[in-house]
C-alpha cells in the first residue's frame, strides 16, 4: 500500500496514517468498523478542500461503512434557506466526489441514528466531535478525535493506527465529577457538558450522581461536553457501558446548581430580538421533531425570524410520514436537511440566534450571532414571537 501498489489514493492515506502513528507512538494498525467524515461544508473546505477531496475520488474507494457530516445546505431545499446558486453548485461538486468514493451520502452528525451504529469495543475512525464522544461513551466504541483527513484516509486503507482511546490504558477516567444539580429541560444537558469541560477540562470524566438519561439528553450532552473542553470519552455510573468496571478517580470536583446557572449565564448573550431559532444540534431525532411539531401547531412564526429543524433526511422522512413536517412547515418552519446553523454559510445572515444547544451557541457565535439556549418550549415561543422572553 505504501509503494503505490493499490494506487495513489491509498498510498497518500497509507502516509498519513503512518504519520499519525509515528506521531502518537502507535506500534500498529488496526482494522475499523465504520468511518465517519466531517469537513463537509464547502463553507469550511473552499477551493482548496475540494480539489484535494477530486484527487482522492480519482482512484480512491472506501473499504468499510463510511458516512458523511452535515454539508453546508439542505442538499435539495438549498434554496429555501436563503443559500446562494453559486456556493451550491460548488456544495453539490464537493458532494460529488463523495459519492465517488463510495461514501453514503448520510450528511449528519448522528450516524448511530441512521443505521452507521458500531459495536460496543468495536474499533471505528469518526471525525464528528459529538458523534465521538457518542460513540465512546454511550454505545462503547473505540475511537479517537479524528480529523476529516485522517478519518478518510482510515477508509480507504480499512484500518487506523492503534493509539489513544483506542486502548484500555487510555480510557481510564481521571476525573471524578460529582454532579448534585436538578436537570428540567433538554438545555440543562448542554449546561451541565459545560460545566463539567470547564472543571475536568482536558480529562476523561467519571460522572456520578445522575439517576437516569435517555437519549436526546445524552445525544445533547455528548456535544457539549466535548467542544467546551473534555476529552471526547465519559462515564455516567449506572448509565454508560464500563462505567461499573471503572473505578472512581481519586481528584474530585462538585457539579451544583450554581455551576448550572453559570453555564447559562455564560452561554446566552443579553439579546432579546431573536431572528433565527434552530433546533437540531446535534441533529434531531424523531422524538425531538414530534416535540416541535407539538409545541408549534396552530401557531405561526414571527414576521422577520427563521425556524429551522436540523435534521437527517432519514428522520425528516419519518417526520413526513408521520405528519409533523407538514406542522411545522404550515407553520412557516423549515427544515435543514443534511446541515446546520454552524456549517451552513450564515456569517452576517442572522445577528442572533435561540437553540436548545451549548455546542450550537459556541459555532453560532464564531458566525457572529449572539445567542440564547433553553428549552425546546422556549425555542418555540421565540419563533412565533421574535422574542427571547425569560
Ligand atoms: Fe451537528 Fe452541526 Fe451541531 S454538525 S453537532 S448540528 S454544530
Given at each position: 500500500?505504501?509503494?503505490?501498489?493499490?494506487?495513489?489514493?491509498?498510498?497518500k492515506?497509507?502516509?498519513i496514517?503512518?504519520?499519525?502513528?509515528?506521531?502518537?507512538?502507535?506500534?500498529?494498525?488496526?482494522?475499523?468498523?465504520?468511518?465517519?467524515v466531517s469537513g463537509v461544508s464547502y463553507s469550511n473546505l473552499g477551493d482548496a478542500g475540494l480539489e484535494f477531496l477530486d484527487e482522492l475520488a480519482k482512484?480512491?474507494?472506501?473499504?468499510?461503512?463510511?458516512?458523511?457530516?452535515?454539508a453546508g445546505?439542505?442538499?435539495?431545499?438549498?434554496?429555501?434557506?436563503?443559500?446562494?446558486?453559486e456556493f451550491?453548485e460548488k456544495q453539490?461538486l464537493v458532494?460529488k466526489a463523495f459519492?465517488?468514493?463510495?461514501?453514503?451520502?448520510?450528511?449528519?452528525?448522528?450516524?448511530?441514528?441512521?443505521?452507521?451504529?458500531?459495536?460496543?469495543?468495536?474499533?471505528?475512525?469518526?471525525?464528528?466531535?459529538?458523534?465521538?464522544?457518542?460513540?465512546?461513551?454511550?454505545?462503547?466504541?473505540?475511537?479517537?478525535?479524528?480529523g476529516g483527513p485522517?478519518?478518510l484516509?482510515?477508509?480507504?486503507?480499512?484500518?487506523?493506527?492503534?493509539?489513544?482511546?483506542?486502548?484500555?490504558?487510555?480510557?481510564?477516567?481521571?476525573?471524578?465529577?460529582?454532579?448534585?444539580?436538578?436537570?428540567?429541560?433538554?438545555?440543562?444537558?448542554?449546561?451541565?457538558?459545560?460545566?463539567?469541560?470547564?472543571?475536568?477540562?482536558?480529562?476523561?470524566?467519571?460522572?456520578?450522581?445522575?439517576?437516569?438519561?435517555?437519549?436526546?439528553?445524552?445525544?445533547?450532552?455528548?456535544?457539549?461536553?466535548?467542544?467546551?473542553?473534555?476529552?471526547?470519552?465519559?462515564?455516567?455510573?449506572?448509565?454508560?457501558?464500563?462505567?461499573?468496571?471503572?473505578?472512581?478517580?481519586?481528584?474530585?470536583?462538585?457539579?451544583?446548581?450554581?455551576?448550572?446557572?453559570?453555564?447559562?449565564?455564560?452561554?446566552?448573550?443579553?439579546?432579546?430580538?431573536?431572528?433565527?431559532?434552530?433546533?437540531?444540534?446535534?441533529?434531531?431525532?424523531?422524538?425531538?421533531?414530534?416535540?416541535?411539531?407539538?409545541?408549534?401547531?396552530?401557531?405561526?412564526?414571527?414576521?422577520?425570524?427563521?425556524?429551522?429543524?436540523?435534521?437527517?433526511?432519514?428522520?425528516?422522512?419519518?417526520?413526513?410520514?408521520?405528519?409533523?413536517?407538514?406542522?411545522?412547515?404550515?407553520?412557516?418552519?423549515?427544515?435543514?436537511?443534511?446541515?446546520?446553523?454552524?456549517v451552513?454559510p450564515?456569517?452576517?445572515?442572522?445577528?442572533?440566534?435561540?437553540?436548545?444547544?451549548?455546542?450550537?451557541?459556541?459555532?453560532?457565535?464564531?458566525?457572529?450571532?449572539?445567542?440564547?439556549?433553553?428549552?425546546?418550549?422556549?425555542?418555540?415561543?421565540?419563533?412565533?414571537?421574535?422574542?427571547?422572553?425569560?
Amino acid at each position: 500500500m505504501m509503494d503505490g501498489a493499490e494506487g495513489y489514493t491509498v498510498r497518500k492515506s497509507m502516509e498519513i496514517l503512518v504519520a499519525l502513528g509515528d506521531i502518537y507512538g502507535a506500534e500498529s494498525l488496526i482494522d475499523i468498523g465504520s468511518v465517519q467524515v466531517s469537513g463537509v461544508s464547502y463553507s469550511n473546505l473552499g477551493d482548496a478542500g475540494l480539489e484535494f477531496l477530486d484527487e482522492l475520488a480519482k482512484d480512491g474507494k472506501v473499504r468499510v461503512l463510511t458516512t458523511l457530516n452535515p454539508a453546508g445546505m439542505d442538499l435539495e431545499n438549498w434554496q429555501q434557506l436563503g443559500i446562494s446558486p453559486e456556493f451550491a453548485e460548488k456544495q453539490n461538486l464537493v458532494i460529488k466526489a463523495f459519492e465517488k468514493m463510495g461514501i453514503l451520502v448520510s450528511c449528519t452528525c448522528t450516524p448511530y441514528l441512521i443505521g452507521n451504529l458500531p459495536l460496543y469495543g468495536e474499533h471505528i475512525a469518526w471525525s464528528e466531535s459529538s458523534a465521538v464522544t457518542f460513540a465512546n461513551s454511550v454505545i462503547g466504541a473505540r475511537t479517537n478525535k479524528e480529523g476529516g483527513p485522517s478519518a478518510l484516509a482510515a477508509a480507504f486503507v480499512g484500518k487506523t493506527p492503534c493509539y489513544g482511546l483506542h486502548l484500555d490504558e487510555k480510557r481510564i477516567p481521571d476525573i471524578h465529577v460529582q454532579v448534585k444539580a436538578e436537570f428540567t429541560k433538554l438545555s440543562d444537558w448542554g449546561a451541565l457538558g459545560y460545566a463539567i469541560a470547564k472543571k475536568a477540562e482536558n480529562k476523561i470524566p467519571y460522572i456520578t450522581g445522575i439517576k437516569k438519561a435517555d437519549l436526546d439528553e445524552l445525544k445533547s450532552f455528548c456535544a457539549s461536553v466535548v467542544t467546551y473542553g473534555a476529552k471526547p470519552l465519559f462515564y455516567i455510573r449506572g448509565i454508560t457501558p464500563g462505567s461499573e468496571e471503572q473505578a472512581e478517580p481519586k481528584e474530585t470536583v462538585l457539579i451544583d446548581q450554581v455551576d448550572i446557572k453559570n453555564a447559562y449565564d455564560n452561554i446566552n448573550d443579553p439579546v432579546t430580538r431573536i431572528e433565527l431559532v434552530c433546533i437540531g444540534c446535534p441533529h434531531c431525532s424523531i422524538n425531538e421533531i414530534a416535540k416541535a411539531a407539538e409545541l408549534i401547531k396552530g401557531r405561526r412564526i414571527a414576521e422577520g425570524t427563521e425556524f429551522w429543524v436540523a435534521t437527517s433526511r432519514s428522520a425528516k422522512q419519518l417526520a413526513d410520514k408521520r405528519g409533523y413536517s407538514a406542522i411545522i412547515e404550515e407553520a412557516g418552519g423549515k427544515f435543514a436537511c443534511d446541515t446546520c446553523m454552524a456549517v451552513a454559510p450564515l456569517k452576517g445572515r442572522f445577528k442572533s440566534l435561540a437553540t436548545t444547544s451549548a455546542k450550537g451557541c459556541f459555532y453560532s457565535r464564531q458566525n457572529l450571532m449572539k445567542t440564547k439556549m433553553g428549552s425546546v418550549e422556549e425555542c418555540v415561543e421565540a419563533a412565533v414571537t421574535g422574542k427571547w422572553s425569560s
